[in-house]
């Protein structure tokens, strides 16, 4: 078997020289056969094709055959054949691009040696998890668990990094991870240039100075220089050596660049948490040593643990979980934010790519009625309908395979156009190349693309009657009439697909014009929001530094030209930020608790910056310093929660504890949005910074006019007052929002998007599916015409022919929109379940867009001569 193996290959090869020995083989033969008066062969063809297929590959030539056919074929009919090509290049291309994005966000594991063996710790109290640890705690879990080894990741944002020491401005919204010396040797990585870093870089006496650079910081602000390595960049002023530039696919671990985690004190620019066991801030991530089992590892932790950390008094003991490690922390993220919008996008497109298969499927089947007299010829001398199959589909592949190769390019840059939507940060973290996986998939699409619109036209095709062909007979036989339904099946399929593509688009983007258009208590136009880093700055909250240092940002912000209002406060708006406390009120059955509030430490100016109304009552005065009777002002939620509708003016609560001095209730604020654009108004206490010391992380500005042009001053009026005081980044409220939005923006542009092409196929079906008509039934129409039927009435029927068919689609569209919108109401707001008037609008949007699409070669029809229709025929 081996042997015939070799032997037919070889005949690949040497195709014509074996021919030639046959030739002469079969003229001695038959020259002998003369001469002794024996009788010829028989048919000497069949003999040349029977000795052929001893030695090749029969069904290799019979492909290679049909493979040359179909590409002479599609040569023929250029424009056509680009159309489709072009098409599922950009319908494949979408999906691939879809798929590269939630094969990397959903789907793949960390790009790490090993991913399955990686485990993530998180602590418990109670039922609470608590996923940071404090550095002396991972310090010790690092150097006491026998049963796996263990390293430490730590983020920063906004670090302060320069490229020269001379340079004016750092490096904006960067964000950097502070990792123990292990942390690459751990996850199995290597540096695309230099080295990571080693157990001495992260000695805790003697730190090195050293970073790591990610791939995408080192292209982008180095220029993928190769020399990087040695070259010093300046981290808050200080000198650090670059030793390494991570590999492109290494994300998701860190985003800009990696320090050693004892250098921490420099990083964070001057705060040393390495000995503070009250700040939680490190990630966890270990390799379990062979033969350890999760449960083992779990055991050992939470006795070591408990004993380096021990509980708060009156909690019970701490329990430490075990989690697996193969998505990491960002990876796991992402899943929570972004799973249920990338499935939905991916159905989109495969709905998408469902239109265009049928479009394509129509163009084809037209393809086929065209060729009726080649197929008859070819089914006449011999040729079987598995072979005929075997033509049409081999055509659809090479279709399709070019729609791949196309699609690939599409998808290179939609996918990179798809992550830009997102907010930085969320899907940029992870690599959504074209690799191994994608490739697979576009392949494995690519073939289900030629067998969905190949199938039908090919089966159609071959079950000509090839007698009344022959003969030269009318088109309108029952083939025909057959053609015509089938092209009808495939426009109701587009119809319907559309519908439910341009409804998922209709309420996504009616759902995020209702966000836009909510009420958030204050205005978001003409506000700065400035988030800043008190922390580091070594400050004594109890000693009043922090008030102090708020009242002279604020008096130095409010002599910025543009500048109304300016203010401090502890948490920020859309900022999902902020601390509750326990808060005790005086109730008919005494002080009682009435449970977490929040609170918002801020400057006197917080509400009129804000343009939070006071209701009832009155607001913040300058009376209202350290050393006056503390006072509070509540919005409308804590009243109608805490206080049943009584007037609470006047009124005395108590925060943390009751044993606390009592705060007067002076004034009653109106609600406000705080976290999220959707919540409903939490209850919120404001309280003096001045009454109330406490760090602020939130400086709010009110403009005059446009908030863009005082932007630049913003910061340096900031940096004035305190250098070391630098904005992560400076923006109005509206930005925020889009921010917080982004997952509503992504869905409503990218399945406007395809909404948009779904509806533009679909037309082009109606189109083709006319045009159709019109070819194969232009003798009837001259008839019509010369009987004396008006053009009119010609064109008139003919849309009415097409709408019925986009009628029939919409309402099967119409059902599955209303089953599947339960699948994305929780991702909608403010849109009421089956809406009619958005159905009722969006069917009258694919109405009017298909009678559009069937009147151009409905005007056709009304213009056909009747004496050269019928000569034609």
Known sequence: MLREIRYR??????????????????????????????????????????????????????????????????????????????????????????????????????????????????????????????TPSARELQRQIASMELAASGVLTNPQLKLSADAGEEIPELQTSLVSGNFFQLLGVQAALGRVFTAEDDRYEDPHAVVVLSHQFWRRYLGADRGVIGRQVYLHNVPFTVVGVMPESFRGMGRDFWVPLNMQPVASGGEDARNNTGRSWLAMIGRLKPGISRDQARSELEIVFNRVTP???????????????NRSFVYASLGTQYASPLWIL??????LLLVACANVASILLARAGARQQEVAVRQAIGCGRSRLVRQFLTESSVLAAGGAGLGLLVAAGGSQALVSLAPP??????????????????????????????????LRASRLTIEPVLK???????????????????????????????????????????????DPGYSTSRILSVPVNTRNLG???????????AQRVVDRLVQVPGVQFASVS?????????????????????????????????????LETMGIPVLAGRAFQPGDRAGAPPVAIVNEQFVRQHFQGRNPVGSRVWFDNERTPAVEVIGVAGDAKLNDIREQPLAIAYLSIDQFPYRFNFINIRTEDAASAILPFVGQAI??????????????????????????????????????????????????????????????????LALGAEPWEIRRRMVADALKSVVLGLLIGIIAAVAGEKAIRSLLFGVQGSNPYIYAAVAACLILTSASAAWLPARRAGDIDPAIALRSE
């Open 425 to 458: 940060g969320s899907l940029d973290v992870v690599y959504s190349g074209l690799d191994g996986t994608v490739l697979w998939f576009t392949f494995v699409v690519s073939i289900l693309s030629a067998l969905l619109f190949g199938v039908a036209p090919a």
């Open 9 to 134: 290959i070889r005949a690949l090869f040497r195709r014509r020289q074996l021919d030639r020995d046959l030739q002469d083989e079969l003229a001695d033969h038959l020259a002998r056969r003369g001469e002794s008066g024996r009788a010829p062969f028989g048919n000497i063809t069949l003999v040349q094709e029977q000795t052929r297929d001893v030695w090749t590959f029969t069904l290799l030539e019979d492909l290679a055959r049909d493979l040359r056919h179909a590409l002479r074929t599609l040569r023929n009919t250029p424009a056509q054949t680009a159309a489709i090509v072009l098409l599922l290049a950009i319908s494949i291309g979408a999906t691939s691009a879809i798929f590269s994005v939630v094969n990397a966000a959903l789907l793949s594991e960390l790009p790490v040696a090993d991913p399955k063996g990686l485990v993530v710790l998180n602590r418990l109290l109670g039922n609470v998890r608590v996923g940071a640890f404090s």
């Open 719 to 784: 940096r004035e007052v305190e250098p070391r005081l630098r904005p992560s980044r400076i923006e109005t409220l509206a930005t925020s929002l889009d921010r917080i939005l982004s997952r509503d923006i992504l869905l409503a542009r990218i399945s406007g998007l395809f909404g948009a092409m779904a509806l533009l196929v679909a037309c082009f079906g109606v189109y083709g599916m006319i045009s159709y008509v019109v070819a194969e039934r232009t003798r009837e129409i001259g008839i019509r």
């Open 539 to 549: 400050y004594q909250v109890e000693t009043g530094q922090y008030a102090a240092l």
């Open 472 to 518: 030269g007979g009318s088109r309108g036989n029952t083939d025909t009439y057959a053609r015509l339904w089938m092209n009808r099946a495939f426009v109701v399929t587009q119809a319907a697909l559309s519908m439910i593509l341009v409804m998922g688009a209709a309420l996504f983007a009616v759902s995020l014009y209702q966000l836009y258009h909510v």
């Open 346 to 351: 991916m159905g989109a497109v495969t709905m």
């Open 570 to 606: 502890a948490a920020g708006f859309l900022s999902q930020s902020g601390r509750t406390t326990d808060v005790f009120i005086d109730s008919e059955q005494g002080r009682t608790r009435v449970g977490d509030v929040r609170v918002d430490q801020s400057s006197r100016s917080l």
């Open 311 to 325: 509980p708060p008094p009156g909690q019970p003991g701490w329990k430490l979980s075990v989690d697996p490690g």
